[in-house]
């Protein structure tokens, strides 16, 4: 199966990292990926200032992957919850034709719109564990605080990917790199990115609390947005001292470290908070 490839802005801005290494991983695991030309952001920023103009850009984005024939495969949990949410939308005839016509300016129709996957949809469910299980090269065998986020699962009656409370697919996912997943009691909590803009000490708030909760129980942080990851790597790093910070990798990063894909090629160079530590103690440094 071939993919449309939509990255969304923090991934092709503030969080080239994740891109690197989700292209890096699915090369190796012979996914094909095609990016999807004259894509824009999904909508979703816009979404409680003009519901019109959210759908119509995440429409756009739905339109130019129809005509590549291909399912979207998104990176950001953001992007993930916009594009389904649209997609349920645009399953009511009145909607679509209104939808139609702001897209005829640019010669786009939505007809029969594809289906969209978060890149761990894809690796769970599509490619599948125990296929993943094989690929791998070097069990790393840390300890992994996991962060779900909000939209990868909520609302679950919208997504059907996994359980917002019991995010088992995700934790096989960790597990599948041989590292364990542990337990601990922030992990449901919100990443605090939608607060930045309004209450930024809450937002603060938020990722010190969660970083305090973990640091002394895991080796690493790890999220599958990058806006989750944005602001784990950038407030932890602007508001603790070195030694209260963990390291944040992209869930691409953990995998490509499984499959053994270079360091390079999966972008830490691009991380904030200091990884050499943990690459040194995998002998990668």
């Excluded at 917002?164 to 790199?177: C, Q, S």
Aim: a positive charge; one cysteine or more.
């Amino acid at each position: 199966m071939s993919y449309a490839f939509f990255i969304g802005c923090t991934s092709a801005t503030r969080e080239i990292n994740y891109e690197l290494s989700a292209k890096a991983v699915l090369e190796e695991l012979g996914v094909d990926i095609e990016y999807i030309e004259g894509q824009s952001c999904c909508g979703l920023p816009l979404k409680y200032i003009s519901f019109e103009s959210w759908l119509t850009l995440a429409s756009r984005n739905i339109a130019l992957a129809e005509a590549m024939n291909k399912p979207i495969l998104v990176l950001c949990s953001g992007c993930y919850k916009s594009f389904k949410e649209a997609l349920n939308l645009l399953s009511k005839p009145e909607i679509k034709k209104q939808v139609n016509e702001k897209l005829s300016i640019e010669g786009l129709t939505i007809r029969s719109p594809p289906k969209v996957l978060h890149i761990a949809e894809l690796l769970h469910d599509h490619y599948g564990v125990d296929k993943l299980s094989n690929k791998v090269k070097r069990k790393l065998n840390l300890k992994i605080a996991l962060h779900p986020g909000c939209h990868i699962a909520r609302p679950l009656d919208l997504i059907r990917f996994d359980n917002p409370e019991a995010p088992l697919k995700l934790e096989k996912l960790i597990e599948v790199t041989g590292c364990t997943s542990i337990s601990y009691r922030t992990k449901r909590e919100c990443c605090g990115a939608t607060l930045a803009g309004i209450d930024e000490e809450a937002s603060k708030h938020l990722v010190t609390r969660k970083i305090r909760d973990v640091k002394d129980k895991a080796e690493a942080l790890v999220t599958f947005c990058p806006i989750c990851h944005a602001s784990y790597d950038v407030i932890q790093k602007a508001a603790l001292k070195q030694e209260e910070q963990i390291p944040v990798l992209h869930y691409t990063q953990l995998l490509g470290l499984a499959l053994a894909i270079s360091v390079e090629k999966l972008g830490f160079n691009y991380n904030r908070v200091n990884v050499k530590p943990l690459l040194e103690k995998l002998g990668l440094s």
